[in-house]
DNA sequence: ATGGGGGTTCCAGTCACGGGAAGGTCAAGA
DNA sequence: TCTTGACCTTCCCGTGACTGGAACCCCCAT
């Protein structure tokens, strides 16, 4: 397969996929013309990896999945761990991102969105006084 | 007041105030010596972007609502549009979180966690079966 | 004169790609 | 056979909002 069923099949942008090979991620052969060859187990790992981003894992975390998965001899202590401190960056940034919409929220509802001047948003980033 | 004396009362790092200078957010005046000398008004403004930074505007949206404060004759109807408009994000954002946490939530559940194998977590991201 | 704690500029790196240029390759149709 | 157009290749720059670090200047106290 050539990059662009890949990026077909997998969803991923063909950019994507050449960037994954320079960073290590996948190895896919190359044919006599220069161009990619995919094999199914190309394929495969591509689509964990758009998993893997889709949940949100750093590129770093996909690389310790992946090594993870090809090792039969793995703990799945291991696995949860990665998941575990994932998960807790996602909540915390949760937290930030709900403090900031209740925040925005009473400003925005309390201002009265009109042709005049006045804003109790502009007060409040302005320091409030 | 030299940029550290700032950095200490805005609570901003001087990088940031050295870039905030830089693209045009801020104009302290410069001494003899060539340090930044940052006027009171100068210090007011850096504290609102912090403040606004500190709710999840970008630059761009710091710029825009900077120039509405500056503005006398603005409509609130302005400043309360680029607040929603913001909030939209956020909200998208915190959703898309939460559809991670979820996902990751149930998979850090049924994974053992233990010395062995076996790991749902890598099941799905393996693509199931 | 020396030391230390300011300040300055500029360059590179972050993260995970995306856009676009310049050019090679391939299969199909006129 | 030639050409068209859709592929593919590499390479470099840009993104957002900084952060780190190098190399250097300035000022005050000892």
Redo the contacts between chains.
């Keep these: 397969m050539n990059i662009g069923d890949v990026a077909n099949q997998t969803g991923l942008p063909a950019k994507t996929i050449r960037y994954y090979e320079d960073i290590g991620l996948v190895k896919p052969l190359r044919d006599d013309n220069g161009y990619r060859r995919f094999r199914s187990q190309d394929v495969?790992k591509l689509?964990?990896l758009g998993?893997?981003r889709?949940?949100?894992f750093t590129i770093e975390d996909c690389r310790t999945?992946m090594a993870?998965?090809e090792?039969?001899?793995?703990?799945?202590?291991d696995?949860?761990?990665v998941?575990?401190a994932?998960?807790a960056q996602?909540?915390a940034?949760?937290a930030d991102?709900?403090a900031?919409?209740d925040?925005?929220?009473h400003?925005?509802d309390a201002?009265?969105?009109?042709?005049?001047?006045?804003?109790p948003?502009?007060q409040?980033?302005?320091?409030k006084a």
Excluded: Q, W
């Design positions: 495969h689509n964990f998993r893997a889709a949940l949100g999945l993870l998965y090792d039969e001899t793995r703990a799945s202590a696995v949860k761990k998941a575990r994932h998960m996602i909540e940034k949760i991102l709900n900031m919409r925040t925005l929220s400003l925005i201002c009265a969105g009109d042709d005049r001047p006045d804003c948003i502009l409040d980033l302005g320091g």
